[in-house]
């Protein structure tokens, strides 16, 4: 099993910055992507950024340039920095990961919610 906690979520104006964490624990060797997503409400759930099993990194096209993913090996977290952050960036935001297993499986975490509001 793979647990997944997020923080860093909160209420920022038009043009703010936070910066979202998600902590691994459990079975980490066996993570083979990682990602960010996204819901807001009456929507689809998103992806935003992520790494691909290689190592390389994509982005949902409307936040590219603005936030930035990765990770510290040393600490099992993943971080998903947001600047210029805009009223369509609200959402609860959710850490993800593929584990390899007998089946593969996703393991999902919590949720942060991040609400963008002057």
């Known amino acids: 099993q793979v647990q997944l906690v997020e923080s860093g979520g909160g209420l920022v104006q038009p043009g703010g910055s936070l910066r979202l964490s998600c902590a691994a624990s459990?079975?980490?060797?066996?993570?083979?992507?990682m990602g960010w997503y996204r819901q807001a409400p009456g929507k689809q759930r998103e992806l935003v950024a992520g790494f691909d099993g290689d190592g390389s990194t994509n982005y949902k096209d409307s936040v590219k340039g603005r936030f930035t993913i990765s990770r510290d090996n040393a600490k099992n977290t993943m971080y998903l920095q947001m600047n210029n952050l805009k009223p369509e960036d609200t959402a609860v935001y959710y850490c993800?990961?593929?584990?390899?297993?007998?089946?593969?499986?996703?393991?999902w975490g919590q949720g942060t919610q991040v609400t963008v509001s002057s």
């Open positions: 459990g079975s980490i060797r066996r993570i083979y992507a």
């Open positions: 993800n990961a593929e584990v390899m297993g007998d089946p593969d499986f996703t393991s």
